[in-house]
């Protein structure tokens, strides 16, 4: 309802343009419709294979004024205001001769006051234009709006389908209104149609397709990306107490409890040796809190054109707060914000633009920061009320090495119990999960090879022939070690 008194406001002010960028063409020609009625104006509607033709009387479309020339030659000699509805005009904006008619009627807007509504899924308005243009945005349906479409697209499946009912529980039901949150009204009946045309039931697993669907309609082009294999911490070894921090905040995030007081937590920070589990703990975050898991690449941010790094990390945080509730892993986030001179103040910016961001949102979004090196980080990131933690994920220790054996092992459909998984862990003392793990494939690929079956003797000879990152850059895991001992929480 007030997408259409806004518009009508803006036309009623005779704005001399108007431009409009959505993908819904036809919802914004339905909130036309009861403005045509109630203003004494010629509505027109022009697109190029149709030409021009009035709305607010029934007459045939003219079709000699289909191209943009002749269109404009008339709407500037037309002495009687109109509202011209030009639909994906966008590709005549860059014609000098268009830029100039469409200048020509705006000055004449005193006299003859004209509006013309520009409607295309994406709009560039030339510098001449724009400080004529009012942008009119179409807000997204809300909660209520989505729960009428769901229920609306429930009752054609049940009508096609010999009246049988939908078949949905309140809660999912509720989680999946969150999935749809920030789309617009055809996206979610298209959605809403395609979760419950196989069967008529909604789930968990029909939540999981829609955040991948709503995904890629907000992030084409863009630089996160959605992790579909996320672990749960059944499958880290070790960071018990990381597991336990976590635990006692999933309720309190995904809404499942409240408590005067207490707000959702903001994020943390794992900082550590690398192929310790960083990224693994991130994936398994989001797994075991049943979120969707967005992965922004800072690497990938960067752009050599002035303000193209900051523009992509705003669209990228403008994504994630569309996705929310979610998980939001920040991967070697060193690498994007250590402030540099070197850089034309890009890192400058960046740090600034993530900040304020932190300090401002207010979307349920969890972020997982990683990072390998601490000292190339700023102190205003690392400061009590940015995130809520820092937690250093060590080197595993004995038992915690014995648990990454057992779980690779039996990944790979190896029975533990025919391995002498604690005179293994004290054999590979030092090394990283990874580095575990690497030991484990390689002897695999060794057995297959002699045709043999796996044995401990062929995992020691691989473990014997790795030298591990402990080894291999002792002093820095040293220092990196002693550092952390008193500024940051053992994730283990």
């Known amino acids: 309802m007030q997408n259409g008194k806004d518009l009508e406001l803006l036309i009623r002010s005779s704005a001399p343009l108007i431009v409009v960028k959505t993908h819904e063409e036809l919802r914004l020609m339905g909130l036309l419709e009861p403005i045509i009625r109630q203003l004494q104006k010629p509505f027109f509607r022009w697109t190029v294979t149709e030409g021009l033709q009035r709305l607010d009387a029934d007459m045939p479309a003219q079709l000699h004024n289909n191209k943009p020339l002749e269109l404009l030659t008339q709407i500037k000699l037309t002495r009687r205001a109109g509202v011209y509805i030009l639909l994906d005009f966008h590709p005549y904006l860059d014609d000098p001769v268009n830029i100039r008619l469409i200048k020509d009627i705006v000055q004449m807007h005193v006299d003859t006051p004209h509006t013309l509504i520009f409607i295309a899924h994406e709009i560039s308005i030339p510098p001449d234009l724009e400080r004529y243009c009012v942008n009119f945005e179409m807000s997204l349906p809300d909660r ?54 196989d069967d008529g039931v909604l789930t968990e697993s029909d939540i999981g397709g829609i955040m991948q669907e709503k995904f890629k309609l907000l992030n084409q082009g ?69 979120l969707p898991l967005l992965r922004l690449d800072f690497g990938s941010l960067y752009n050599k054109y002035h303000g193209e790094t900051e523009k992509n990390l705003r669209e990228s945080l403008r994504s994630a707060e569309i996705m929310s509730p979610c998980i939001l892993w920040i991967d070697e986030i060193e690498k994007g914000i250590s402030v540099s001179d070197n850089d034309g103040g890009t890192s400058k910016r960046i740090l600034g633009t993530l900040l304020t961001w932190m300090a401002e949102n207010d979307r349920k979004i969890f972020i997982v920061a990683t990072a390998n090196d601490i000292h190339a980080l700023p102190p205003e990131l690392l400061r009590k009320g940015r995130l809520d933690e820092i937690f250093f994920v060590d080197l595993p220790d004995r038992d915690t090495r014995a648990n990454i054996l057992q779980i690779h092992l039996q990944k790979r459909e190896q029975d533990p119990e025919r391995f002498n998984l604690p005179m293994l862990a004290d054999r590979c003392e030092g090394f990283s999960g990874a580095e575990i793990e690497q030991a484990v494939i390689s002897a695999m690929y060794r057995s297959h090879a002699s045709n043999s079956q796996l044995n401990d003797d062929e995992i020691l000879q691989e473990i014997d022939r790795t030298r591990p990152l402990s080894v291999v850059m002792a002093e820095h895991i040293q220092a990196l070690r002693e550092w952390a001992r008193d500024r940051t929480v053992m994730a283990g």
């Open 144 to 197: 209520d709006v989505i729960e009428t479409v769901i229920r609306h697209e429930a009752r054609t499946w049940s009508k096609m389908n010999n009246n049988l009912r939908i078949t949905v529980d309140k809660k999912t039901l509720q989680r999946f209104i969150d999935g749809l949150l920030g789309l617009p009204v055809d996206d979610v009946k298209r959605l809403t149609r395609s979760a419950i045309r």
């Open 222 to 290: 863009g630089v996160l990306s959605f992790e579909y294999d996320t672990s749960r911490f059944a499958d880290v070894g070790g960071l018990q107490h990381l597991k336990e921090w976590l635990d006692l905040r999933r309720e309190i995030f995904n809404g499942g409890q409240s408590s005067p007081g207490l707000d959702a937590p903001r994020g943390i920070l794992l900082l550590g040796v690398q192929g310790c589990g960083k990224s693994l703990a991130a994936k398994a975050v989001a797994g075991a809190w049943g």
